[in-house]
DNA sequence: CTGAAAGCGCTAACAG
DNA sequence: CTGTTAGCGCTTTCAG
């Protein structure tokens, strides 16, 4: 690997001009221009981004943090892409840090970003009390919040409007004449899961639709809390006759339940998700979902993101993007 | 963030000795150390690891590269999970670059990835005469290669035997009596799919069916082109009675298109994947599939990655994992 | 056992 | 327009 020294004493000039011609920083003799940039070429030169990101401390390292709670939910997958196309343009690279739901790992993940001298954060936080998160933003990292926002602090934010989207679905159920549905939710410490409920009974309420505490059940938003949960839901006296479910994961968990039941989608059971997946209509019957726009979200936030590094003191934006519902076949 | 210099400053010592106790490398008095431990943990000090990194080149600096084709299939999903635990285990952090099966990205990652001065690399390479990722290997980069190898040069390379796991499904579909049974195929440039071709023609021999080439179709293993090819085969005026899919993306398209067309899996259309997913129960019916075992594959090479750091010049090695063909309901 | 000092590759004053 | 120099935070001789 060349070094700009390499590059100076090869065109015969000092390591300060290569670095100005680099940079565009100030006017440099268009004749001494052409032989660094010849030299560059010849010798393959590529700064050094780690150098440069030590340097100027605050400048623009070009790196920036990701942190996500699931790689294994489709939905984190879409919103990577729409963060990493994003950065990509911009000449960006992202370190993603999936931490699993443990927020052991996401504390030492935290600590290497900070060390790692990232220039922004990306970050569904573990809860909205999340003190690390809050923490770094304190610090004066530039940082949003995607999926999730934080408790008491002002920070970028994107989302969905999960109440909402949740409300949509289940009147749908509603209006389509099911009366016994069932809700299998994510952990109420996640916000976005309590504001699924909340849609989930608000309309469960308008439609005069009793609300039995039986048929709420919550998990940790895994494929296996979504087989189980089902099981359980469907193993009532009176078992709901269709279930709403909280996210990706659960909704396929469910469907491997339904099945290995040999219910018949939607007679015996319907069933709606919170979450489109691109193939939901490989799903047979094809999916009922809402559909966060997953990878819109990713862009947004990096748009955000690159906004706030540039302009550290504008003010917060809480973004809500709009879900939709799509009717398929399940319900 | 405070730097080993406070800490210093705070212990009354000078930085070396810092570092000393920081990596253990040689023994210090134990009172000192305690100061300095003590100093440490009030500043809450953090070593950087990009000071570290552009210290101590082709030392640890705690970075890995990952590069792979499409972060939207599922199996480099899973692998990027086994790879990134055991990073995670080893203090590493991973860099993801999805070069989304774009050469030009991928070009522009690598140089990226340079730059960052990684410690090594683990890739699933554009091709296998992958011009770029052959030049980091010959200069001297750790790198192993997943699911594809390198033309004409010795790298670590963790795949499963595709050749095998192809024929098994094509054989399980012959034996099971279907006569017709047609493949969609990924791009040929690509070494796993050209070894799944063959073990479906040689399945196909040896149960003495003949090979029609209008049911070998190819696309760019992408959902779209599953949905697209399977079209254009069920359309034939004969079509296959039995679909084997090159890649979990084109299963899930052309699930698509066989449920648009009501057509009954497996009575009309049996179908049988290369690639199996984590709820492949969650589809109706479940999906007969060719599980490779993705998150070892990422496991395995992550361990291979270590160990080459640590000793560049062990010998390359070529680890092909077991596919392993899951009867399920679609065949 | 400990400190001083060089240097990784680069940027940003400061001179000239 | 260009060169010199200090220094980002750290590791690693080399002395002592």
């Known amino acids: 690997m060349a070094s700009m020294n390499d590059v100076a004493r090869r065109a015969g000039v000092s390591i300060a001009t290569v670095s100005r011609v680099l940079n565009n920083s100030s006017s440099?003799?268009?004749?001494?221009?052409?032989?660094?940039?010849?030299?560059?070429?010849?010798?393959?030169?590529?700064?050094?981004?780690?150098?440069?990101?030590?340097?100027?401390?605050?400048?623009?390292?070009?790196?920036?943090?990701?942190?996500?709670?699931?790689?294994?939910?489709?939905?984190?997958?879409?919103?990577?892409?729409?963060?990493?196309?994003?950065?990509?343009?911009?000449?960006?690279?992202?370190?993603?840090?999936?931490?699993?739901?443990?927020?052991?790992?996401?504390?030492?993940y935290l600590d290497i970003l900070e060390s790692e001298a990232i220039d922004g954060l990306i970050a569904a936080p573990a809860s909205e009390d999340d003190v690390r998160v809050k923490k770094m933003v304190q610090n004066g990292l530039p940082v949003v919040c995607v999926d999730r926002g934080l408790n008491g602090i002002d920070v970028d934010v994107?989302?969905?409007?999960?109440?909402?989207?949740?409300?949509?679905?289940?009147?749908?159920?509603?209006?389509?004449?099911?009366?016994?549905?069932?809700?299998?939710?994510?952990?109420?410490?996640?916000?976005?899961?309590?504001?699924?409920?909340?849609?989930?009974?608000?309309?469960?309420?308008?439609?005069?639709?009793?609300?039995?505490?039986?048929?709420l059940v919550y998990g940790n938003s895994t494929y296996k809390s979504g087989v189980e949960l089902a099981e359980k839901l469907?193993?009532?006296?009176?078992?709901?006759?269709?279930?709403?479910?909280?996210?990706?994961?659960?909704?396929?968990?469910?469907?491997?339940?339904?099945?290995?039941?040999?219910?018949?989608?939607?007679?015996?059971?319907?069933?709606?998700?919170?979450?489109?997946?691109?193939?939901?209509?490989?799903?047979?019957?094809?999916?009922?979902?809402?559909?966060q726009p997953a990878y819109e979200i990713g862009q947004r936030a990096g748009e955000l993101l690159i906004q706030r590094i540039r302009d550290p003191k504008r003010a917060p934006i809480q973004m809500t993007l709009n879900s939709e519902l799509m009717v398929r076949g399940s319900c």
Chains 1, 2 share one sequence.
């Open 234 to 291: 469907l193993s009532l006296p009176t078992p709901p006759d269709a279930l709403f479910t909280g996210n990706n994961l659960i909704t396929l968990g469910a469907l491997e339940t339904i099945h290995k039941r040999k219910l018949h989608i939607p007679n015996d059971v319907a069933i709606i998700g919170f979450d489109d997946m691109n193939w939901s209509n490989s799903l047979n019957p094809p999916l009922t979902a809402v559909r």
């Open 28 to 108: 440099v003799n268009e004749e001494t221009r052409l032989k660094i940039l010849k030299a560059i070429k010849e010798l393959k030169y590529q700064p050094s981004r780690v150098a440069k990101r030590l340097r100027s401390k605050g400048g623009p390292g070009n790196l920036l943090g990701v942190l996500i709670p699931d790689i294994q939910n489709p939905f984190y997958v879409d919103v990577l892409r729409g963060i990493e196309d994003i950065a990509y343009k911009n000449n960006y690279v992202i370190i993603v840090c999936n931490f699993s739901q443990d927020e052991k790992k996401e504390a030492m």
């Open 158 to 215: 994107v989302w969905v409007n999960n109440d909402a989207g949740a409300f949509a679905a289940v009147d749908y159920l509603a209006k389509a004449g099911y009366k016994r549905i069932g809700h299998i939710a994510g952990l109420p410490t996640i916000p976005s899961s309590r504001l699924r409920e909340a849609g989930y009974r608000r309309a469960l309420a308008e439609n005069n639709l009793p609300f039995d505490p039986q048929w």
